[in-house]
């Protein structure tokens, strides 16, 4: 069975260090970009499973990087940085990432979130019942991982595409916000709210007509969500 690759983008050289090491002692096979030109460069050539990329760097820097990558690729993205507010969260996950960790981060959260990202892809079309699903001008290929809106691909990350699985595939049910967390992110999530409300906006983003009167997702006030399917 063929290692997963990861690509490390970091300018800080003992980061880098540490991270290659400590990925490779779990099983992973590492490239590493020392900023934002070399990480599109090795993007293209490696085409690795998964990205750790740091924010603060020369040149482009991490959130040009993931915003460019995103114009084109639902390669999952793990955003580090030093800043640890609330916004520079947001601001990670709404331009596509996956995931963020603030630095100082130990080597057990690193493996743990890598894990918990990477088993998300792997799962992607498994446990599905139907082939497709259609709502409306929504159309989901399950097998093929293909969105459509109006036979128009919808690009989704690979944690949009399971989300929208896990909400259509219970359509009419309501799904609380440990639920959802759980199924998609994982039990390491099960206090990250804020990731579901900002999966939900960009999901709402690409599938609805208007996002701010959603029509397919419903927000349930203070218990979860709802994917409500057209006749």
């Known amino acids: 069975m063929n290692k997963r690759k990861i690509l490390v983008v970091d300018d800080e050289p003992n980061i880098v260090r540490y991270l290659r090491m400590v990925l490779k002692d779990n099983g992973y096979d590492i490239v590493t970009a020392t900023d934002g030109a070399d990480a599109m460069e090795k993007l293209e050539k490696e085409m690795p499973d998964l990205i750790i990329l740091d924010i603060i760097m020369p040149g482009l820097d991490g959130f ?14 793990i955003m580090v940085s030093a ?19 603030t630095k100082p981060f130990g080597t057990a959260e690193l493996v743990s979130r890598v894990k918990a990202v990477l088993r998300r892809v792997q799962n992607l ?19 093929q991982r293909l969105v459509t809106i109006k036979e128009k691909p ?11 699985q896990e909400l259509t595939c219970n359509a009419g049910k309501v799904l609380t916000h440990p639920h959802l967390l759980n199924k998609v992110w994982g039990p ?6 804020q990731y579901l409300h900002v999966f939900i906006g960009r999901l709402r983003l690409k599938i609805e007509k208007d996002p701010a009167n959603p029509e397919f997702i419903v927000t349930i006030p ?3 969500y709802k994917f409500t399917s057209e006749k």
């Open 64 to 77: 040009e990087v993931c915003h460019r990558i995103r114009q084109w690729s639902p390669v999952p993205i």
């Open 83 to 101: 800043k640890a507010k609330e916004e520079d969260k947001t601001r990670c996950l709404d331009m596509g990432a996956d995931d963020y960790i």
């Open 125 to 143: 079309g498994e446990a599905v019942t139907p082939a497709t699903f259609t709502s409306g001008d929504l159309t989901i290929n399950f097998a």
């Open 154 to 164: 919808v690009n989704l990350t690979s944690t949009e595409f399971n989300l929208l």
């Open 188 to 193: 390491e999530y099960h206090d990250e709210k």
């Open 222 to 224: 203070g218990v979860g």
